[in-house]
């Protein structure tokens, strides 16, 4: 269709009907400012007026399709107005049955509108139908809008679904939920509001069948916004189970989608593109649900407060690893991480978390998954971040041996672990093969994470080594400062000891590192060791040197240089081996 027969059929069509509405309605005004007419008989004359404008539409309908459904909604229009002139200006209508009178109006237009199949006159009635209300004073009443939200929002609703009409759709949602969060604010009664928050579970499903983003958004939002405001004065025990109705369809679309975990390998390659406007939502709801089961018992939850993202956590687990459901699995093993942080907020939960790491690498190989891997790596480093968020006030306990220290070694030992095999190693995920597919460039998201993971499963065991190597590093230092901080001895005395042993400490772990790089045969473990060993070179000559007296000075530079010394032995030998001169 050209622009000149788009504007010549439709936007001259849509200025004419709303010109003779606005002429109708302005002629009424006039009629009535001037008593040519008695007001019974200009309402009555309105409602045949219209009735005959929209039976002259039907007519055409067949013919002229567009033409014909303008004039049907141009006569509604007239009867809408008429109705509202008789009740709203001169109260021929009892109260009551206004706002009844024009919900039948818009009713029967959304009749016409099915029976046509016009989607646009079914989104005029919804307008209609929801501004019945606001046009005759009904917001008064909180609890009745309420109800007759849910009436005309149900019965308009499911004629559009089932007409897939995505318009009218997003129209019913913004005027049901929007209309609804003001009589929610306007003193509705909160398990009314709660239950009116339920029906959002039904935008929401149909939002993620159509992949209708708006509905589906406004149907989300709408639902927990309504459920939220519910509480606002006393916790109803309708409130976790509306959580979970409106949780229900994030989990029914999660369980037949690929869409919220970009892994083609989950239902095949065909399936595998990834929505954020889907994922968001998801791992959302776990945090919208812990609260809405908080609600239940709202002191006993504040005085334990990792009850309820447990619960989430298990529903989520059991539900994750029932079969290979991989968002769920992710949510709930969040969800755990969460719990332990805030029932164990010091370095106990650190262990905890450290076990949850194992668990979750196990589980891969005990049930052949491939995803447990990486919630142990989530995990493991938010125990990290854990522990060195209780470095500042972790006590005043014996350097080596309180709970703090435990923890770091235990966080030293873990990575190991994980890095020795519990790590879950796939087949086609070598370094070779990644280097083989860094050619290719990503063409879609998916394609892109698949290509991140790919990239990163290879190197894992050797950034989880590195994890490892680095926290004993660190951490041995530190505590070496806390020991002799601990002795009671004068400050120069702290400072002479402790940099002496941190010198030696640094030297002999460089040491280490390059014979073990020697032994087996890996260049990593090697450079990282000369880089240690130039880091103790470093503070021996810049800062032992100009701090310690002769004694320590002496002994500072003997226990680097024999370092230093073997160090540089094990490359001569190395060099003589392989015929280097």
């Known amino acids: 269709m050209s622009t000149e027969e788009w504007v010549g059929q439709r936007g001259i069509l849509a200025a004419a009907v709303i010109l003779i509405i606005l002429a109708v309605g302005f002629f009424l005004k006039v009629a009535f400012d001037r008593g040519w007419i008695s007001p019974a008989m200009r309402c009555i004359g309105g409602v045949v007026l219209g009735a005959t404008g929209a039976a002259i539409g039907w007519r055409l309908h067949p013919r002229y399709r567009q033409y014909g459904a303008a004039v049907i909604g141009l006569g509604f229009g007239i009867i809408y107005l008429a109705i509202w002139a008789a009740a709203g200006i001169y109260q021929l209508v009892p109260q009551g049955q206004d706002l009844t009178a024009l919900t039948l109006v818009s009713f029967a237009l959304a009749v016409v509108a099915f029976i046509l199949d016009e989607e646009a006159l079914a989104a005029a009635a919804a307008v209609g139908a929801f501004l019945a209300p606001v046009v005759m004073g009904s917001r008064g009443n909180p609890n009745t809008l309420l109800l007759y939200l849910a009436i005309v929002g149900s019965t308009l609703g499911a004629a559009n679904v089932v007409k897939r009409w995505r318009l009218a759709t997003l129209l019913v949602a913004a005027a049901f939920f929007g209309l609804g969060l003001v009589a929610a604010g306007s003193g509705a009664v909160p398990w009314r509001v709660c239950l009116f928050a339920a029906m959002g579970a039904a935008g929401i499903m149909v939002g993620l069948r159509e992949r209708w983003t708006e509905t589906r958004v406004l149907s989300f939002f709408g639902g927990w916004g309504l459920l939220a405001m519910s509480v606002r004065v006393y916790a109803s025990p309708l409130v976790p189970v ?59 939850f504040n005085a334990h407060l990792a009850a309820a993202p447990f619960i989430v956590g298990l529903a989520y687990l059991a539900a994750g690893y029932q079969k290979p459901r991989y968002p769920f699995a992710l949510a709930g093993a969040a969800a755990m991480a969460f719990a332990t942080m805030l029932q164990w907020p010091r370095h106990e939960g650190v262990f905890v978390l450290l076990g949850l790491s194992l668990v979750w690498a196990g589980l891969d190989h005990w049930l052949a998954r491939i995803d447990g891997r990486w919630y142990a790596v989530g995990t493991l480093g938010l125990a990290i971040w854990s522990l060195a968020r209780t470095l500042v006030d972790r006590g005043s306990g014996p350097a080596f041996v309180d709970g703090w220290a435990g923890a770091l070694w235990f966080c030293i030992i873990v990575p190991g672990v994980l890095a020795s095999g519990l790590w879950m190693r796939l ?70 000891w402790s940099g002496l042993a941190i010198s030696a400490w640094w030297a002999v772990y460089a040491g280490g590192l390059v014979l073990l790089g020697f032994r087996r045969n890996i260049k990593q473990a090697r450079i990282a060791g000369l880089g240690v060993a130039g880091l103790a070179i470093a503070k021996v000559l810049l800062v032992d040197l100009s701090s310690l007296d002769a004694l320590y000075r002496v002994g500072s530079i003997f226990i680097l240089g024999t370092v230093s010394l073997l160090v540089a032995y094990l490359y001569h030998r190395r060099a003589r081996t392989t015929g280097q001169t």
């Open 242 to 300: 509306v959580g979970v109705l409106l949780t229900a369809p994030m989990w029914w679309h999660a369980m037949r989608t690929s869409r919220i975990w970009p892994d083609p390998r989950v239902t095949g390659e065909s399936e595998a593109a990834w929505s954020v406007g889907e994922s968001v939502p998801f791992y959302v709801t776990p945090i919208l649900l812990g609260w809405a089961i908080s609600t239940i018992a709202p002191r006993w």
């Open 427 to 496: 087949p086609g995920e070598s370094r070779t093969a990644a280097s083989e597919r860094k050619g290719k460039p990503p063409r879609t998201f998916t394609d892109s994470w698949v290509s991140a993971r790919n990239h990163w499963a290879p190197m894992m065991p050797s950034i989880l080594w590195s994890t490892s190597g680095g926290l004993l590093l660190i951490g041995v230092t530190a505590e070496l400062n806390r020991y002799f901080g601990q002795r009671g001895w004068a400050l120069f005395e702290v400072q002479l």
